[in-house]
């Protein structure tokens, strides 16, 4: 079946600093990639998403590419602010209706 | 700019009361999903639907949890008696399925307090 894995939180970086959530996920067929993110006492929010090997989704600084060899789609930011602090969801869907598997999710925790 | 809605968005209820919970999905959508979301579990999917028919209900208590979609405009996700172990933050989601669109819209979530 379907999983994801996402590094285990919390991740504490100071501002500006780089960020890299890791994301590997085992799938049957071509799956698409998402990233979600949930900010302290709402729902969880499209950050962005692949639908093909090699695409990159890119977001409000962030960026992920899908790559089928190492079957990741790590999240990325070259400078990250106290705003950014909040839950990060990895998820693929089957293409097959709306189905996403969600990984546990990592926090991240952004200091002045 | 098109969004899932929730009612209400925090509920505290006593060991035994019935709790309603009400979403309405983006208007469309025709794909809804229910999710529960505790600091232990984290997310978990309770049921989701189509077209207003359920799916899949296997992640839900069958004995006190029940989901409905009386219109393509409501969704309600009901429990009966409520249990304190109920606490959780639930999370309506729509969505409409086709190729490369899994994308799903969630709601800003009901915060469900059970004393």
Redesign the interface.
Known sequence: GNSVTQMEGPVTLSEEAFLTINCTYTATGYP?L?W?VQYPG?????LL?A??ADDKGSNKGFEATYRKETTSFHLEKGSVQVSDSAVY?CAL????????T?G??TRLMVKP | DARVTQTPRHKVTEMGQEVTMRCQPILGHNTVFWYRQTMMQGLELLAYFRNRAPLDDSGMPKDRFSAEMPDATLATLKIQPSEPRDSAVYFCASGLPGQGTDTQYFGPGTRLTVL
């Open positions: 698409s998402f979600y709402e729902g969880l929010q499209l998403k639908t093909k969801f869907g089957n293409n097959a209706g709306n189905m996403l969600f546990g999710g």
